[in-house]
């Protein structure tokens, strides 16, 4: 059929395709409706397409309502190429803000969240993925809100959004602890805030790695005990929070820096692309 600019614009609209695919439909139907209907048997195939690709780039980013609540949200998409276009960053950004304004739980109750008049978050992830041809979904997510709360965003490239992000929590708090907690978690990754928060589990099977290990050496029976428990306390210094040395003060433990500002960590969060934390 002959077309107008009007045409390829109303339908861009309407299907959220890209301008090359809607010229191509406009050709190829006898009329505008039937360019409708090529339009979306091909999305639907392409979005079966891209389910089956895996979405390894994106980005991270965050929202804050003051410093009494935020949340931090990865949103992923395949290729850095899409991670630095306009259309997916404002779609996270906008994702971000609807989930702290409507004090959304977890990841589920983000997904369907009315981000925009009429359409969900999961429904504007669809269209943003058939608009830029690549598989786009919402990652990990995590809210914080009460006590002193604050986030750090970190690029790994100057041109590209970040990929790296630190959400944290403390009671009370100040801006300037708040940064420093926050860059200590994005610098050393921390898996638990305190010694109390590692599972049992967990240091049983540091304490039979550490023994077999110290066996293996051949180090005095008598001594083994000794030897095990140094490497266990070792693995806790490096995975909890308020054990580690300081990135602003390596002579001081996290916790000191802390007891010095009257400060108390309640919680952290730490987003990576492409890593699990």
Do not use: W
Not at 104 to 111: C, E, S, T
């Amino acid at each position: 059929m002959d077309y107008s600019a009007a045409d390829v614009k109303r339908l861009r609209e309407q299907t959220g395709a890209g301008m090359l695919d809607c010229k191509n439909a406009l050709v190829e139907a006898p009329d505008y409706e039937a360019a409708v209907e090529i339009l979306r048997v091909k999305g639907a195939k392409d979005v079966t397409k891209r389910a089956e690709r895996t979405a390894a780039q994106g980005l991270v980013t965050s929202a804050l309502d003051g410093n009494t609540k935020g949340v931090l949200l990865e949103v992923n998409c395949e290729t850095d190429f899409v991670a630095k276009t306009e259309l997916f960053q404002q779609v996270a950004a906008d994702i971000a803000k609807a989930a702290l304004d409507a004090d959304a739980a977890d990841r589920l109750a983000v997904l369907g969240l009315e981000v925009r008049p009429g359409q969900t978050a999961q429904e504007l992830i669809e269209e943003a993925g058939a608009s830029l041809k690549e598989k786009v979904e919402v990652g990990r997510f995590a809210r914080f809100e009460g006590g002193f709360v604050t986030s750090y965003l970190h690029k790994s490239d100057p041109g590209l959004p970040p990929t790296l992000g630190v959400l944290v929590q403390l009671d009370p708090g100040s801006a300037d602890v708040a940064q420093d907690i926050a860059h200590q978690v994005a610098a050393m990754r921390p898996r638990y805030v305190t010694r109390e928060d590692v599972p049992a589990d967990v240091i049983e099977q540091e304490r039979r790695i550490a023994e077999q290990m110290t066996r293996e050496e051949g180090k005095p029976e008598a001594a083994i005990g000794k030897i095990v428990d140094g490497r266990v306390n070792a693995f806790l210094k490096d995975v909890v929070l308020i054990e580690q040395a300081s990135v602003r003060d390596q002579k001081k433990p996290v916790k000191k820096l802390l007891d010095e500002h009257g400060a108390r960590v309640l919680a952290v969060a730490r987003f990576q692309i492409g890593q699990a934390g």
